[in-house]
């Protein structure tokens, strides 16, 4: 069992998991069970009365086998599909004992046929993982960015990243759902709900927080670096003390150790240059094309290229866990948003594309 069960995110069921020899995460009966109660497959007033035995055996047997016409017998078509696709995930997961190595396979087959709320909730369990035992909040908000989509604003030269459904929903109904979206036709005052950005005062609540109260609220700082205007013309450039950017570095190294058993450094860049830039990949799907293009010596529009939030370069401590054809030159990582402010980040980039000389 982990250490201590993390005490963010608990809908992802990270206490519900143990650990084997490699450190990868294996699935207990409860863990299977947590997402038998999960609304897309939790019995409602209306299941029929093949999916409420069903529902029934698998509370007491999670991982028994399931026969096709006990899915056939199903009433609605929702909930069949549903199931299906939890079970096709959990026999995936049965089948290579641990979370990770199913993960790395769903995209090692070429076709990902797992639900993306399936994989973000598996991502929100093997970063809980990653940062079990760690007090760094910049590093667990940073981690939200590999499993809930963000949005992001530049105000007043500083680039902040906010979780885009509590946003678009503080947006639509003050945060308060369909009620809230009701009281807001009628005019009526919608109380204030709290959304802040991550600092040294507000670190301690953020790591306090639970599943339902404040739960994804903070929004987090990437801007690289901090201008001040001096007297006589001058203009003072310091390092952001606590940087959201440097945070999501850390994430990456600790997520590259954990899946392929190798060693790197990741650092925030301003830019590139680099001649003989061998070597890239895009954390996102707007990063992964502008860099593609960028290589290819293909004109960017500046406004395409205002989307870019920061590049990142990768080293490997041991060149040798390398391909021998860029062994020792840097790796290079981009992260950017869409031309609507919304970033949505992919590890799995991470387990694909890295220059490996073996892979996982």
């Not at 497959?41 to 299941?47: D, F, I, M, R, T």
């Not at 990437?222 to 203009?235: D, F």
């Given at each position: 069992?982990?250490?201590?069960?993390?005490?963010?995110?608990?809908?992802?069921?990270?206490?519900?998991?143990?650990?084997?020899?490699?450190?990868?995460?294996?699935?207990?009966?409860?863990?299977?069970?947590?997402?038998?109660?999960?609304?897309?497959?939790?019995?409602?007033?209306?299941?029929?009365?093949?999916?409420?035995?069903?529902?029934?055996?698998?509370?007491?047997?999670?991982?028994?086998?399931?026969?096709?016409?006990?899915?056939?017998?199903?009433?609605?078509?929702?909930?069949?599909?549903n199931h299906r696709l939890f079970l096709g995930f959990r026999d995936a997961v049965i089948a290579v004992g641990s979370l990770e190595a199913a993960y790395a396979g769903f995209f090692k087959a070429g076709s990902v046929q797992i639900p993306p709320l399936f994989l973000d909730l598996v991502?929100?369990?093997?970063?809980?993982?990653?940062?079990?035992?760690?007090?760094?909040?910049?590093?667990?908000?940073?981690?939200?960015?590999?499993?809930?989509?963000?949005?992001?604003?530049?105000?007043?030269?500083?680039?902040?990243?906010?979780?885009?459904?509590?946003?678009?929903?503080?947006?639509?109904?003050?945060?308060?759902?369909?009620?809230?979206?009701?009281?807001?036709?009628?005019?009526?005052?919608?109380?204030?709900?709290?959304?802040?950005?991550?600092?040294?005062?507000?670190?301690?609540?953020?790591?306090?927080?639970?599943?339902?109260?404040?739960?994804?609220?903070?929004?987090?700082?990437?801007?690289?670096?901090?201008?001040?205007?001096?007297?006589?013309?001058?203009?003072?450039?310091?390092?952001?003390?606590?940087?959201?950017?440097?945070?999501?570095?850390?994430?990456?190294?600790?997520?590259?150790?954990?899946?392929?058993?190798?060693?790197?450094?990741?650092?925030?860049?301003?830019?590139?240059?680099?001649?003989?830039?061998?070597?890239?990949?895009?954390?996102?799907?707007?990063?992964?094309?502008?860099?593609?293009?960028?290589?290819?010596?293909?004109?960017?529009?500046?406004?395409?290229?205002?989307?870019?939030?920061?590049?990142?370069?990768?080293?490997?401590?041991?060149?040798?866990?390398?391909?021998?054809?860029?062994?020792?030159?840097?790796?290079?990582?981009?992260?950017?948003?869409?031309?609507?402010?919304?970033?949505?980040?992919?590890?799995?980039?991470?387990?694909?594309?890295?220059?490996?000389?073996?892979?996982?």
């Open positions: 069992m982990p250490s201590q069960p993390s005490p963010l995110w608990t809908p992802c069921g990270f206490d519900h998991l143990t650990l084997n020899a490699r450190g990868w995460l294996v699935p207990t009966d409860d863990y299977w069970r947590l997402w038998l109660q999960r609304p897309e497959l939790a019995l409602v007033e209306e299941s029929c009365a093949a999916e409420q035995a069903l529902h029934a055996s698998l509370m007491d047997a999670p991982t028994r086998a399931v026969a096709q016409p006990e899915l056939d017998a199903f009433e609605d078509a929702d909930a069949r599909a991502v929100q369990a093997l970063v809980s993982n990653l940062l079990d035992g760690v007090d760094d909040a910049w590093q667990w908000r940073a981690a939200e960015m590999l499993f809930r989509r963000q949005r992001v604003r530049v105000q007043d030269g500083r680039v902040l990243s906010g979780d885009s459904e509590v946003l678009d929903m503080l947006n639509e109904t003050g945060g308060l759902g369909a009620v809230g979206r009701l009281l807001m036709q009628g005019g009526a005052a919608i109380p204030d709900v709290n959304i802040e950005v991550l600092s040294d005062d507000n670190a301690a609540r953020y790591l306090l927080s639970r599943a339902g109260n404040g739960r994804f609220n903070f929004v987090l700082d990437l801007t690289h670096e901090i201008q001040r205007e001096l007297s006589h013309g001058l203009t003072l450039t310091m390092n952001r003390s606590q940087s959201g950017l440097k945070a999501l570095a850390q994430v990456m190294q600790r997520w590259v150790r954990h899946f392929h058993g190798v060693a790197v450094q990741v650092q925030p860049e301003a830019r590139v240059d680099d001649e003989a830039w061998r070597w890239h990949l895009g954390l996102d799907a707007e990063s992964t094309a502008l860099l593609n293009d960028l290589y290819r010596g293909v004109e960017v529009e500046p406004e395409r290229q205002q989307r870019l939030i920061s590049l990142f370069r990768l080293g490997f401590d041991d060149p040798q866990d390398m391909q021998a054809d860029v062994r020792g030159k840097p790796v290079y990582l981009g992260l950017a948003m869409n031309a609507e402010g919304l970033l949505k980040v992919k590890p799995q980039n991470l387990l694909l594309n890295l220059p490996l000389a073996r892979s996982i």
